[in-house]
Protein backbone atom coordinates (compact mmCIF):
# COMPACT_ATOMS: atom_id res chain seq x y z
CA UNK A 1 0.00 0.00 0.00
CA UNK A 2 0.96 3.90 -0.79
CA UNK A 3 2.45 5.62 2.05
CA UNK A 4 0.04 7.92 1.22
CA UNK A 5 -3.01 5.52 2.17
CA UNK A 6 -1.18 4.04 5.31
CA UNK A 7 -1.02 7.86 6.08
CA UNK A 8 -4.80 8.47 5.82
CA UNK A 9 -5.60 4.95 7.40
CA UNK A 10 -3.33 6.78 10.42
CA UNK A 11 -4.59 9.64 10.33
CA UNK A 12 -8.37 8.65 10.56
CA UNK A 13 -7.49 6.57 13.29
CA UNK A 14 -5.80 8.94 15.30
CA UNK A 15 -8.30 11.53 14.76
CA UNK A 16 -10.84 9.00 16.17
CA UNK A 17 -8.82 8.52 19.11
CA UNK A 18 -8.58 12.00 19.98
CA UNK A 19 -11.33 12.90 19.34
CA UNK A 20 -12.57 10.10 22.05
CA UNK A 21 -10.12 11.58 24.34
CA UNK A 22 -11.49 15.14 24.13
CA UNK A 23 -15.57 13.96 24.76
CA UNK A 24 -13.83 12.42 28.35
CA UNK A 25 -14.53 16.16 29.90
CA UNK A 26 -18.17 15.53 30.02
CA UNK A 27 -18.68 12.24 31.66
CA UNK A 28 -17.80 12.58 35.04
CA UNK A 29 -20.48 10.74 36.63
CA UNK A 30 -22.56 7.22 35.60
CA UNK A 31 -25.32 8.62 33.91
CA UNK A 32 -23.21 10.84 31.43
CA UNK A 33 -20.76 7.94 30.94
CA UNK A 34 -23.50 5.53 29.80
CA UNK A 35 -26.66 8.07 28.77
CA UNK A 36 -24.77 11.38 28.35
CA UNK A 37 -26.98 13.29 30.77
CA UNK A 38 -29.15 12.22 27.91
CA UNK A 39 -28.61 15.98 26.09
CA UNK A 40 -27.74 14.83 22.83
CA UNK A 41 -29.12 16.03 19.36
CA UNK A 42 -31.43 13.70 17.61
CA UNK A 43 -29.43 14.09 14.74
CA UNK A 44 -26.07 12.87 15.98
CA UNK A 45 -28.20 9.80 18.10
CA UNK A 46 -29.82 8.58 14.68
CA UNK A 47 -26.27 8.60 13.02
CA UNK A 48 -25.24 6.49 15.97
CA UNK A 49 -28.35 4.21 15.52
CA UNK A 50 -27.52 3.75 11.69
CA UNK A 51 -23.74 3.27 12.20
CA UNK A 52 -24.10 0.69 15.15
CA UNK A 53 -26.08 -1.39 12.91
CA UNK A 54 -23.66 -1.06 9.68
CA UNK A 55 -20.77 -3.36 11.36
CA UNK A 56 -17.77 -3.90 8.74
CA UNK A 57 -19.09 -7.31 7.63
CA UNK A 58 -21.98 -5.50 6.65
CA UNK A 59 -20.01 -3.03 4.51
CA UNK A 60 -17.83 -5.85 3.12
CA UNK A 61 -20.47 -8.61 2.65
CA UNK A 62 -22.95 -6.53 1.30
CA UNK A 63 -21.06 -5.41 -1.77
CA UNK A 64 -19.86 -8.56 -1.89
CA UNK A 65 -23.65 -10.33 -1.80
CA UNK A 66 -24.32 -7.88 -4.40
CA UNK A 67 -21.44 -8.67 -6.89
CA UNK A 68 -22.49 -12.39 -6.42
CA UNK A 69 -26.15 -12.55 -5.76
CA UNK A 70 -27.63 -9.10 -6.69
CA UNK A 71 -29.91 -6.35 -5.10
CA UNK A 72 -32.55 -9.15 -3.45
CA UNK A 73 -30.47 -9.11 -0.13
CA UNK A 74 -32.50 -5.70 -0.01
CA UNK A 75 -35.62 -7.23 0.86
CA UNK A 76 -33.83 -8.35 4.37
CA UNK A 77 -34.56 -4.53 5.52
CA UNK A 78 -38.36 -4.03 4.46
CA UNK A 79 -39.95 -4.51 8.02
CA UNK A 80 -37.71 -2.19 9.56
CA UNK A 81 -39.32 1.33 8.92
CA UNK A 82 -42.45 -0.39 10.64
CA UNK A 83 -40.50 -1.77 13.06
CA UNK A 84 -39.18 2.03 13.51
CA UNK A 85 -42.73 3.94 13.79
CA UNK A 86 -43.61 0.78 16.48
CA UNK A 87 -41.06 1.33 18.41
CA UNK A 88 -41.57 4.74 18.37
CA UNK A 89 -44.86 4.63 20.07
CA UNK A 90 -44.30 1.53 22.42
CA UNK A 91 -40.68 0.54 23.93
CA UNK A 92 -39.18 3.95 23.21
CA UNK A 93 -41.47 5.89 25.05
CA UNK A 94 -41.37 3.37 27.56
CA UNK A 95 -37.96 3.20 28.66
CA UNK A 96 -37.47 6.93 28.41
CA UNK A 97 -40.09 7.79 30.80
CA UNK A 98 -38.85 4.69 33.24
CA UNK A 99 -35.50 6.50 33.21
CA UNK A 100 -33.65 3.14 32.90
CA UNK A 101 -30.06 2.55 32.47
CA UNK A 102 -30.29 -0.26 30.52
CA UNK A 103 -33.47 -2.09 29.41
CA UNK A 104 -33.20 -5.52 31.40
CA UNK A 105 -33.39 -2.85 34.53
CA UNK A 106 -37.28 -2.43 33.06
CA UNK A 107 -37.48 -6.00 33.90
CA UNK A 108 -36.92 -6.34 37.35
CA UNK A 109 -39.24 -3.31 38.06
CA UNK A 110 -42.04 -4.82 36.19
CA UNK A 111 -41.40 -8.47 37.40
CA UNK A 112 -38.28 -10.01 39.44
CA UNK A 113 -34.69 -9.77 39.81
CA UNK A 114 -34.22 -13.20 37.73
CA UNK A 115 -35.41 -12.19 34.71
CA UNK A 116 -33.29 -9.03 34.88
CA UNK A 117 -30.21 -11.34 35.89
CA UNK A 118 -31.21 -13.84 32.88
CA UNK A 119 -31.76 -10.83 30.06
CA UNK A 120 -28.55 -9.49 31.07
CA UNK A 121 -26.21 -13.09 31.26
CA UNK A 122 -27.72 -13.41 27.52
CA UNK A 123 -27.16 -10.21 26.29
CA UNK A 124 -23.76 -10.41 27.85
CA UNK A 125 -22.71 -13.46 26.41
CA UNK A 126 -24.36 -13.13 23.18
CA UNK A 127 -22.67 -9.54 22.31
CA UNK A 128 -19.57 -10.34 24.33
CA UNK A 129 -19.25 -12.69 21.49
CA UNK A 130 -20.60 -11.35 18.87
CA UNK A 131 -18.54 -8.18 19.54
CA UNK A 132 -15.37 -10.97 18.85
CA UNK A 133 -17.05 -11.75 15.72
CA UNK A 134 -16.85 -7.67 14.62
CA UNK A 135 -13.80 -7.54 14.97
CA UNK A 136 -12.68 -11.02 13.66
CA UNK A 137 -14.52 -11.05 10.59
CA UNK A 138 -12.92 -8.02 9.22
CA UNK A 139 -9.57 -8.78 10.19
CA UNK A 140 -9.44 -11.47 8.48
CA UNK A 141 -10.25 -10.17 5.39
CA UNK A 142 -8.71 -6.98 5.34
CA UNK A 143 -5.11 -9.26 6.81
CA UNK A 144 -5.35 -11.57 3.61
CA UNK A 145 -6.31 -8.40 1.39
CA UNK A 146 -3.48 -6.13 2.62
CA UNK A 147 -1.13 -8.83 2.87
CA UNK A 148 -1.25 -7.64 7.19
CA UNK A 149 -0.64 -9.58 9.81
CA UNK A 150 -3.89 -11.07 11.52
CA UNK A 151 -2.92 -10.10 15.13
CA UNK A 152 -1.58 -6.60 14.29
CA UNK A 153 -5.06 -5.86 12.18
CA UNK A 154 -7.32 -7.16 15.05
CA UNK A 155 -5.37 -4.79 17.39
CA UNK A 156 -5.37 -2.19 15.29
CA UNK A 157 -9.46 -2.67 15.23
CA UNK A 158 -9.64 -3.52 18.72
CA UNK A 159 -7.37 -1.34 20.40
CA UNK A 160 -8.35 2.73 19.27
CA UNK A 161 -11.63 1.55 19.96
CA UNK A 162 -11.30 0.44 23.44
CA UNK A 163 -9.67 3.16 24.69
CA UNK A 164 -11.79 6.09 22.93
CA UNK A 165 -14.67 4.39 24.03
CA UNK A 166 -13.31 3.49 27.40
CA UNK A 167 -12.29 7.11 28.05
CA UNK A 168 -15.35 8.91 26.34
CA UNK A 169 -18.32 6.92 27.22
CA UNK A 170 -21.13 7.00 25.22
CA UNK A 171 -20.73 11.26 23.71
CA UNK A 172 -17.31 9.41 22.43
CA UNK A 173 -19.14 6.54 20.63
CA UNK A 174 -21.82 8.92 19.35
CA UNK A 175 -19.51 11.91 18.01
CA UNK A 176 -17.29 9.51 16.70
CA UNK A 177 -19.91 7.20 15.43
CA UNK A 178 -21.61 10.53 13.34
CA UNK A 179 -18.03 11.03 11.70
CA UNK A 180 -18.03 7.22 10.80
CA UNK A 181 -20.86 7.31 8.68
CA UNK A 182 -19.58 10.01 6.98
CA UNK A 183 -16.71 8.32 6.05
CA UNK A 184 -18.86 5.33 5.22
CA UNK A 185 -21.10 6.83 2.99
CA UNK A 186 -18.62 9.22 1.68
CA UNK A 187 -16.48 6.08 0.57
CA UNK A 188 -19.14 4.06 -0.69
CA UNK A 189 -20.14 7.06 -2.71
CA UNK A 190 -17.01 7.82 -4.30
CA UNK A 191 -16.48 3.90 -5.23
CA UNK A 192 -19.73 4.19 -6.84
CA UNK A 193 -18.77 7.60 -8.87
CA UNK A 194 -15.71 5.93 -9.96
CA UNK A 195 -17.26 2.51 -10.99
CA UNK A 196 -19.65 4.57 -13.60
CA UNK A 197 -16.57 6.83 -14.74
CA UNK A 198 -14.30 3.66 -15.16
CA UNK A 199 -16.94 2.16 -17.53
CA UNK A 200 -15.39 1.51 -21.07
CA UNK A 201 -15.73 4.08 -23.61
CA UNK A 202 -18.62 4.13 -25.18
CA UNK A 203 -20.36 1.61 -22.16
CA UNK A 204 -23.34 3.76 -21.19
CA UNK A 205 -24.58 3.29 -17.43
CA UNK A 206 -28.05 2.20 -18.33
CA UNK A 207 -26.76 -0.61 -21.49
CA UNK A 208 -24.47 -1.83 -18.32
CA UNK A 209 -26.74 -2.40 -15.82
CA UNK A 210 -29.42 -4.07 -18.62
CA UNK A 211 -26.52 -6.55 -19.17
CA UNK A 212 -26.20 -7.00 -15.15
CA UNK A 213 -29.92 -7.06 -15.09
CA UNK A 214 -30.05 -10.31 -17.70
CA UNK A 215 -27.76 -12.34 -15.10
CA UNK A 216 -30.92 -11.41 -11.96
CA UNK A 217 -28.38 -9.57 -10.08
CA UNK A 218 -31.17 -6.20 -10.36
CA UNK A 219 -33.98 -8.52 -9.30
CA UNK A 220 -35.23 -6.70 -5.51
CA UNK A 221 -38.50 -7.88 -5.17
CA UNK A 222 -39.48 -11.81 -4.84
CA UNK A 223 -42.98 -11.50 -4.05
CA UNK A 224 -43.17 -15.25 -3.66
CA UNK A 225 -44.10 -16.71 0.30
CA UNK A 226 -41.69 -19.23 1.20
CA UNK A 227 -40.82 -19.91 4.98
CA UNK A 228 -37.10 -21.23 3.94
CA UNK A 229 -36.74 -18.13 1.75
CA UNK A 230 -34.47 -15.70 3.70
CA UNK A 231 -34.57 -13.34 0.91
CA UNK A 232 -38.45 -12.31 -0.01
CA UNK A 233 -40.76 -9.64 -0.05
CA UNK A 234 -42.88 -11.66 2.98
CA UNK A 235 -39.76 -13.05 4.92
CA UNK A 236 -38.45 -9.73 5.14
CA UNK A 237 -41.43 -7.62 5.81
CA UNK A 238 -42.95 -9.81 8.39
CA UNK A 239 -40.31 -11.90 9.86
CA UNK A 240 -37.70 -9.01 9.48
CA UNK A 241 -40.20 -6.84 11.25
CA UNK A 242 -40.08 -8.87 14.38
CA UNK A 243 -36.07 -9.05 14.51
CA UNK A 244 -35.82 -5.35 13.76
CA UNK A 245 -38.39 -5.05 16.65
CA UNK A 246 -36.34 -7.09 18.59
CA UNK A 247 -32.77 -6.16 17.84
CA UNK A 248 -33.90 -1.98 17.78
CA UNK A 249 -35.83 -2.63 20.54
CA UNK A 250 -34.52 -5.56 23.65
CA UNK A 251 -30.62 -5.22 22.36
CA UNK A 252 -29.19 -2.47 24.79
CA UNK A 253 -26.67 -1.96 22.01
CA UNK A 254 -29.33 -0.20 19.90
CA UNK A 255 -31.77 1.07 23.52
CA UNK A 256 -28.62 3.02 24.88
CA UNK A 257 -28.65 4.63 21.82
CA UNK A 258 -32.03 6.28 21.55
CA UNK A 259 -31.72 6.72 25.78
CA UNK A 260 -28.86 9.77 25.57
CA UNK A 261 -31.45 11.41 23.14
CA UNK A 262 -32.49 15.16 24.92
CA UNK A 263 -36.32 13.82 24.81
CA UNK A 264 -38.73 11.43 24.29
CA UNK A 265 -39.23 12.91 21.00
CA UNK A 266 -35.72 12.95 20.45
CA UNK A 267 -35.74 9.05 20.80
CA UNK A 268 -38.45 8.72 18.22
CA UNK A 269 -36.76 11.20 15.63
CA UNK A 270 -33.14 9.24 16.22
CA UNK A 271 -35.07 5.57 15.18
CA UNK A 272 -37.25 7.26 12.47
CA UNK A 273 -33.94 8.52 10.75
CA UNK A 274 -33.33 4.45 9.87
CA UNK A 275 -36.81 4.17 8.71
CA UNK A 276 -36.20 6.76 6.36
CA UNK A 277 -32.45 5.60 5.05
CA UNK A 278 -31.99 2.47 5.96
CA UNK A 279 -33.42 0.88 2.63
CA UNK A 280 -32.24 3.18 0.61
CA UNK A 281 -28.64 3.12 1.65
CA UNK A 282 -28.56 -0.69 2.20
CA UNK A 283 -29.85 -0.80 -1.87
CA UNK A 284 -26.99 1.97 -2.46
CA UNK A 285 -24.15 -0.45 -1.20
CA UNK A 286 -26.10 -3.50 -2.79
CA UNK A 287 -25.37 -1.61 -6.14
CA UNK A 288 -21.70 -1.07 -5.65
CA UNK A 289 -21.57 -4.50 -5.51
CA UNK A 290 -23.11 -4.82 -9.32
CA UNK A 291 -20.98 -2.01 -9.98
CA UNK A 292 -18.42 -3.93 -9.17
CA UNK A 293 -19.76 -7.19 -11.08
CA UNK A 294 -19.95 -4.46 -14.31
CA UNK A 295 -16.56 -3.77 -13.62
CA UNK A 296 -15.33 -7.28 -14.19
CA UNK A 297 -17.14 -8.02 -16.90
CA UNK A 298 -14.90 -5.79 -19.27
CA UNK A 299 -11.60 -6.12 -16.63
CA UNK A 300 -10.34 -9.59 -16.19
CA UNK A 301 -10.78 -10.34 -12.28
CA UNK A 302 -9.04 -12.60 -10.34
CA UNK A 303 -10.50 -16.49 -10.24
CA UNK A 304 -10.19 -16.12 -6.07
CA UNK A 305 -10.24 -13.27 -4.10
CA UNK A 306 -8.45 -14.52 -1.22
CA UNK A 307 -5.01 -14.32 -2.39
CA UNK A 308 -3.62 -16.48 0.50
CA UNK A 309 -5.81 -19.46 -0.01
CA UNK A 310 -4.97 -18.91 -3.77
CA UNK A 311 -1.06 -19.23 -2.50
CA UNK A 312 -1.70 -22.28 -0.98
CA UNK A 313 -3.86 -23.64 -3.93
CA UNK A 314 -0.54 -22.78 -6.45
CA UNK A 315 2.25 -23.98 -3.95
CA UNK A 316 -0.04 -26.99 -3.01
CA UNK A 317 -0.42 -30.65 -4.72
CA UNK A 318 -3.60 -29.94 -6.79
CA UNK A 319 -1.68 -26.69 -8.61
CA UNK A 320 -2.00 -28.08 -11.69
CA UNK A 321 -5.39 -28.75 -11.42
CA UNK A 322 -5.83 -24.92 -10.72
CA UNK A 323 -3.33 -24.12 -13.28
CA UNK A 324 -5.91 -25.73 -15.82
CA UNK A 325 -9.03 -23.87 -14.30
CA UNK A 326 -7.09 -20.81 -14.43
CA UNK A 327 -6.37 -21.25 -18.18
CA UNK A 328 -10.65 -21.92 -18.73
CA UNK A 329 -11.14 -19.32 -16.47
CA UNK A 330 -9.39 -16.78 -18.91
CA UNK A 331 -10.86 -18.17 -22.11
CA UNK A 332 -14.11 -18.22 -20.22
CA UNK A 333 -13.75 -13.94 -18.99
CA UNK A 334 -13.15 -13.03 -22.65
CA UNK A 335 -15.74 -14.95 -24.01
CA UNK A 336 -17.87 -13.57 -21.48
CA UNK A 337 -16.74 -9.73 -22.47
CA UNK A 338 -17.04 -10.65 -26.04
CA UNK A 339 -20.83 -11.85 -25.68
CA UNK A 340 -21.51 -8.69 -23.50
CA UNK A 341 -20.63 -6.27 -25.90
CA UNK A 342 -22.67 -8.34 -28.56
CA UNK A 343 -25.70 -8.00 -26.46
CA UNK A 344 -25.30 -3.82 -26.07
CA UNK A 345 -24.70 -3.49 -29.42
CA UNK A 346 -27.79 -5.56 -30.10
CA UNK A 347 -30.01 -3.80 -28.12
CA UNK A 348 -28.24 -0.79 -30.11
CA UNK A 349 -29.21 -2.15 -33.14
CA UNK A 350 -33.14 -2.38 -31.76
CA UNK A 351 -33.59 -6.28 -33.27
CA UNK A 352 -35.39 -8.32 -30.83
CA UNK A 353 -34.31 -11.47 -32.47
CA UNK A 354 -30.80 -10.50 -31.94
CA UNK A 355 -30.79 -9.09 -28.59
CA UNK A 356 -32.79 -12.48 -27.68
CA UNK A 357 -29.83 -14.78 -29.33
CA UNK A 358 -27.33 -12.24 -27.56
CA UNK A 359 -28.77 -12.50 -24.17
CA UNK A 360 -29.18 -16.28 -24.29
CA UNK A 361 -25.75 -16.17 -25.61
CA UNK A 362 -24.20 -14.22 -22.64
CA UNK A 363 -26.54 -16.25 -19.71
CA UNK A 364 -24.37 -19.00 -21.08
CA UNK A 365 -20.96 -17.75 -21.06
CA UNK A 366 -22.10 -16.15 -17.47
CA UNK A 367 -22.76 -19.44 -16.36
CA UNK A 368 -19.24 -20.73 -17.82
CA UNK A 369 -17.90 -18.11 -15.49
CA UNK A 370 -19.79 -18.88 -12.80
CA UNK A 371 -19.27 -22.89 -12.56
CA UNK A 372 -15.40 -22.53 -13.15
CA UNK A 373 -15.38 -19.84 -9.91
CA UNK A 374 -17.39 -22.77 -8.07
CA UNK A 375 -14.70 -25.17 -9.32
CA UNK A 376 -11.57 -23.24 -7.63
CA UNK A 377 -13.85 -22.75 -5.03
CA UNK A 378 -14.45 -26.29 -4.41
CA UNK A 379 -10.74 -26.97 -4.82
CA UNK A 380 -9.73 -24.33 -1.91
CA UNK A 381 -11.95 -26.40 0.12
CA UNK A 382 -10.56 -29.22 -0.47
CA UNK A 383 -6.69 -28.11 -0.31
CA UNK A 384 -7.45 -26.13 2.75
CA UNK A 385 -9.61 -27.64 4.65
CA UNK A 386 -12.17 -24.56 5.21
CA UNK A 387 -15.30 -26.39 4.14
CA UNK A 388 -17.50 -23.09 4.81
CA UNK A 389 -14.76 -20.90 2.43
CA UNK A 390 -16.60 -18.33 0.16
CA UNK A 391 -14.58 -15.90 -1.43
CA UNK A 392 -17.35 -13.06 -0.99
CA UNK A 393 -15.94 -11.24 1.53
CA UNK A 394 -12.78 -10.49 -0.18
CA UNK A 395 -14.48 -8.95 -3.51
CA UNK A 396 -14.77 -5.32 -2.28
CA UNK A 397 -11.29 -5.38 -0.45
CA UNK A 398 -9.89 -7.18 -3.32
CA UNK A 399 -10.98 -4.31 -5.74
CA UNK A 400 -10.33 -1.23 -3.61
CA UNK A 401 -6.51 -2.53 -2.98
CA UNK A 402 -5.99 -2.70 -6.49
CA UNK A 403 -8.08 -1.08 -9.08
CA UNK A 404 -8.33 2.10 -7.18
CA UNK A 405 -6.16 5.11 -7.25
CA UNK A 406 -3.68 6.44 -4.76
CA UNK A 407 -5.22 8.12 -1.67
CA UNK A 408 -8.89 6.31 -2.54
CA UNK A 409 -7.41 3.06 -1.36
CA UNK A 410 -6.57 4.55 1.98
CA UNK A 411 -10.48 6.74 2.46
CA UNK A 412 -12.05 3.09 1.59
CA UNK A 413 -10.05 1.24 4.01
CA UNK A 414 -10.76 4.02 6.94
CA UNK A 415 -14.22 3.77 5.48
CA UNK A 416 -14.42 -0.29 6.45
CA UNK A 417 -12.11 0.36 9.66
CA UNK A 418 -15.00 3.17 10.63
CA UNK A 419 -17.60 0.24 9.92
CA UNK A 420 -16.13 -2.02 12.35
CA UNK A 421 -15.15 0.76 15.05
CA UNK A 422 -18.72 1.88 14.90
CA UNK A 423 -20.61 -1.05 16.01
CA UNK A 424 -17.97 -2.63 18.50
CA UNK A 425 -17.41 0.82 20.20
CA UNK A 426 -21.17 0.94 20.71
CA UNK A 427 -21.30 -2.67 22.20
CA UNK A 428 -18.47 -2.31 24.19
CA UNK A 429 -20.69 0.97 25.29
CA UNK A 430 -23.30 -1.33 25.88
CA UNK A 431 -21.54 -4.42 27.45
CA UNK A 432 -20.12 -2.25 30.04
CA UNK A 433 -23.61 -0.75 31.04
CA UNK A 434 -25.49 -4.13 31.47
CA UNK A 435 -22.08 -5.26 33.58
CA UNK A 436 -22.07 -2.18 35.98
CA UNK A 437 -25.53 -1.32 36.07
CA UNK A 438 -27.40 -4.53 36.03
CA UNK A 439 -25.17 -6.98 37.84
CA UNK A 440 -21.99 -5.03 39.75
CA UNK A 441 -24.35 -2.01 41.18
CA UNK A 442 -26.86 -4.48 41.91
CA UNK A 443 -25.49 -7.56 43.42
CA UNK A 444 -21.49 -6.90 43.97
CA UNK A 445 -21.65 -3.66 45.08
CA UNK A 446 -25.11 -1.70 46.24
CA UNK A 447 -24.91 1.53 47.35
CA UNK A 448 -21.47 3.06 46.38
CA UNK A 449 -21.11 6.10 45.10
CA UNK A 450 -21.01 7.32 41.56
CA UNK A 451 -17.35 7.75 41.40
CA UNK A 452 -17.36 4.37 42.39
CA UNK A 453 -19.67 3.14 39.83
CA UNK A 454 -17.96 5.40 36.93
CA UNK A 455 -14.91 3.82 37.56
CA UNK A 456 -16.09 0.08 37.53
CA UNK A 457 -17.23 1.32 34.40
CA UNK A 458 -14.50 2.30 32.75
CA UNK A 459 -12.78 -1.04 33.85
CA UNK A 460 -15.54 -2.79 32.64
CA UNK A 461 -15.17 -1.37 28.84
CA UNK A 462 -11.42 -2.37 28.80
CA UNK A 463 -12.65 -5.97 30.12
CA UNK A 464 -14.79 -6.37 27.35
CA UNK A 465 -12.51 -4.54 24.77
CA UNK A 466 -9.70 -7.17 25.50
CA UNK A 467 -11.83 -9.67 26.07
CA UNK A 468 -13.31 -9.34 22.37
CA UNK A 469 -10.11 -8.68 20.96
CA UNK A 470 -8.28 -11.83 22.61
CA UNK A 471 -11.65 -13.79 21.14
CA UNK A 472 -11.13 -12.37 17.78
CA UNK A 473 -7.72 -13.90 17.28
CA UNK A 474 -9.45 -17.31 18.48
CA UNK A 475 -12.53 -16.82 16.45
CA UNK A 476 -10.42 -15.99 12.80
CA UNK A 477 -9.65 -19.47 13.35
CA UNK A 478 -12.75 -20.96 13.91
CA UNK A 479 -14.90 -19.86 10.87
CA UNK A 480 -17.99 -22.46 12.68
CA UNK A 481 -17.71 -20.44 15.74
CA UNK A 482 -18.79 -17.29 14.41
CA UNK A 483 -21.83 -18.86 12.45
CA UNK A 484 -22.52 -19.97 15.98
CA UNK A 485 -21.98 -16.71 17.73
CA UNK A 486 -24.53 -15.35 14.81
CA UNK A 487 -27.30 -17.93 15.46
CA UNK A 488 -27.48 -17.13 19.43
CA UNK A 489 -28.72 -13.85 18.76
CA UNK A 490 -31.55 -14.94 16.86
CA UNK A 491 -32.50 -17.42 20.17
CA UNK A 492 -32.54 -14.08 22.18
CA UNK A 493 -33.75 -11.08 20.67
CA UNK A 494 -37.61 -12.34 19.42
CA UNK A 495 -37.84 -14.15 23.03
CA UNK A 496 -36.88 -10.96 24.83
CA UNK A 497 -38.72 -8.85 22.41
CA UNK A 498 -42.12 -11.57 24.07
CA UNK A 499 -41.15 -10.59 27.68
CA UNK A 500 -41.34 -6.66 27.22
CA UNK A 501 -44.40 -7.35 25.14
CA UNK A 502 -45.43 -9.18 28.45
CA UNK A 503 -44.65 -6.49 30.49
CA UNK A 504 -45.54 -3.34 29.07
CA UNK A 505 -48.95 -4.93 26.99
CA UNK A 506 -49.94 -7.75 29.31
CA UNK A 507 -50.20 -5.94 32.94
CA UNK A 508 -51.71 -9.52 34.47
CA UNK A 509 -48.41 -11.10 33.43
CA UNK A 510 -46.45 -12.46 36.29
CA UNK A 511 -43.01 -12.80 36.77
CA UNK A 512 -42.64 -16.72 36.70
CA UNK A 513 -44.51 -16.03 33.24
CA UNK A 514 -42.05 -13.90 32.02
CA UNK A 515 -39.06 -16.13 33.26
CA UNK A 516 -40.11 -19.25 31.98
CA UNK A 517 -41.92 -17.42 28.55
CA UNK A 518 -38.11 -16.32 27.83
CA UNK A 519 -36.73 -20.08 28.31
CA UNK A 520 -39.93 -21.03 26.49
CA UNK A 521 -39.16 -18.64 23.45
CA UNK A 522 -35.21 -19.81 23.08
CA UNK A 523 -36.03 -23.75 23.15
CA UNK A 524 -39.04 -23.16 20.62
CA UNK A 525 -36.38 -21.40 18.49
CA UNK A 526 -33.99 -24.43 19.60
CA UNK A 527 -36.60 -26.82 18.20
CA UNK A 528 -37.45 -24.72 14.88
CA UNK A 529 -34.11 -24.75 13.68
CA UNK A 530 -33.49 -28.67 14.45
CA UNK A 531 -36.69 -29.79 12.85
CA UNK A 532 -37.61 -27.50 9.59
CA UNK A 533 -35.87 -25.93 7.55
CA UNK A 534 -37.17 -22.19 8.29
CA UNK A 535 -35.07 -19.42 7.38
CA UNK A 536 -33.58 -17.71 10.74
CA UNK A 537 -35.45 -14.31 9.87
CA UNK A 538 -38.38 -16.03 11.03
CA UNK A 539 -36.76 -17.44 14.76
CA UNK A 540 -37.68 -13.94 16.35
CA UNK A 541 -41.19 -14.18 15.28
CA UNK A 542 -41.10 -17.65 16.17
CA UNK A 543 -39.67 -16.89 19.82
CA UNK A 544 -41.77 -14.09 20.43
CA UNK A 545 -44.82 -16.08 20.00
CA UNK A 546 -43.61 -18.91 22.09
CA UNK A 547 -43.13 -16.27 24.91
CA UNK A 548 -46.25 -15.13 24.87
CA UNK A 549 -48.00 -18.21 24.87
CA UNK A 550 -45.93 -19.63 27.54
CA UNK A 551 -45.84 -16.40 29.50
CA UNK A 552 -49.56 -16.03 29.55
CA UNK A 553 -50.13 -19.37 30.17
CA UNK A 554 -47.99 -19.63 33.24
CA UNK A 555 -49.23 -16.29 34.36
CA UNK A 556 -52.83 -17.34 34.52
CA UNK A 557 -52.24 -20.25 36.58
CA UNK A 558 -49.66 -18.17 38.91
CA UNK A 559 -52.83 -15.76 39.12
CA UNK A 560 -54.91 -18.88 39.32
CA UNK A 561 -52.94 -20.45 42.83
CA UNK A 562 -52.91 -17.00 44.41
CA UNK A 563 -56.49 -16.30 44.02
CA UNK A 564 -57.96 -18.29 47.02
CA UNK A 565 -54.95 -17.74 48.94
CA UNK A 566 -55.76 -14.38 48.66
CA UNK A 567 -59.46 -14.17 49.45
CA UNK A 568 -58.67 -17.02 52.11
CA UNK B 1 -38.75 4.19 45.19
CA UNK B 2 -38.62 1.31 42.98
CA UNK B 3 -42.44 0.81 43.66
CA UNK B 4 -43.25 3.79 43.34
CA UNK B 5 -41.20 4.03 39.91
CA UNK B 6 -43.29 0.48 38.93
CA UNK B 7 -46.88 2.07 39.86
CA UNK B 8 -45.53 4.97 37.34
CA UNK B 9 -44.36 2.49 34.46
CA UNK B 10 -47.55 0.20 35.34
CA UNK B 11 -49.71 3.08 34.36
CA UNK B 12 -48.20 4.07 31.15
CA UNK B 13 -50.28 2.69 27.98
CA UNK B 14 -48.79 0.31 25.71
CA UNK B 15 -49.21 2.47 22.63
CA UNK B 16 -47.61 5.83 23.67
CA UNK B 17 -47.84 8.88 21.12
CA UNK B 18 -47.46 11.67 23.85
CA UNK B 19 -44.38 13.92 24.04
CA UNK B 20 -43.40 17.69 23.47
CA UNK B 21 -44.55 17.38 19.82
CA UNK B 22 -46.94 15.28 17.24
CA UNK B 23 -44.98 12.92 14.93
CA UNK B 24 -47.68 11.50 13.74
CA UNK B 25 -46.99 13.29 10.23
CA UNK B 26 -43.59 11.55 10.60
CA UNK B 27 -45.08 7.76 11.08
CA UNK B 28 -47.21 8.67 8.27
CA UNK B 29 -44.90 10.03 6.01
CA UNK B 30 -42.53 6.93 6.75
CA UNK B 31 -45.01 4.66 5.43
CA UNK B 32 -45.65 6.40 2.50
CA UNK B 33 -41.73 6.70 1.39
CA UNK B 34 -41.18 2.94 2.39
CA UNK B 35 -43.43 2.60 0.26
CA UNK B 36 -42.31 4.85 -2.66
CA UNK B 37 -39.17 3.34 -2.20
CA UNK B 38 -40.70 -0.27 -2.52
CA UNK B 39 -42.31 0.73 -5.68
CA UNK B 40 -39.42 2.66 -7.19
CA UNK B 41 -37.05 -0.95 -6.45
CA UNK B 42 -39.73 -2.77 -8.30
CA UNK B 43 -39.97 -0.20 -11.01
CA UNK B 44 -35.73 -0.39 -11.21
CA UNK B 45 -35.87 -4.08 -11.52
CA UNK B 46 -38.53 -4.35 -14.33
CA UNK B 47 -36.67 -1.91 -16.05
CA UNK B 48 -33.49 -3.23 -15.90
CA UNK B 49 -34.17 -6.86 -16.00
CA UNK B 50 -36.96 -7.49 -18.15
Known amino acids: MHPLDWAIIVTYLAWVVYDGLKRSKNTHAVEGYFLAGRSLPWWAVGLSVMATQMSAITLVGTTGQGYADGMRFVQFYFGLPVAMVILSVTLVPFFYRARVFTAYEYLERRFDSKTRVLAGLLFLVSRGLAVGVIISAPAVVLSIVLGWNLVFTALAIGVPTTVYTMVGGVQAVTWADVKQMVVIVGGVGTAMVLLVLGLPDGVEIGEALQVAGVTGRLETIDFNFDLNQTYTFWSGLLGGLFLMLGYFGCDQSQVQRYLTAQSVDGGRRSLLMSAFWKIPLQALILLTGVLVFIFYLFNEPPMLFNATYEAQVRSGVRASEYAELEKEFQSAFQARREAAEALMAARRSGSAGTIAENRASFIGRQKQVSDIRAAAVDLVRGVSGDVAYSDVNYVFPTFITTRLPIGLVGLLIAAIFAAAMSSIAAELNALSAATVIDFYRRHVRPGSSDRHYLLASKLATSFWGVFATVFALYAANFGSLIEVVNRVGSYFYGSLLGVFVLAIAFRRSTANGAFWGLIAGMGAVWIVEIISDISYIWYNAVGTIAVLVVGLSVSFVDQARNRPASTA | ?50
Open chain 2, 1 to 50: MILARQHQSDSQRFVDTSGGESLTFIFVAVILVEVAVLVGLWLFSAHFSG
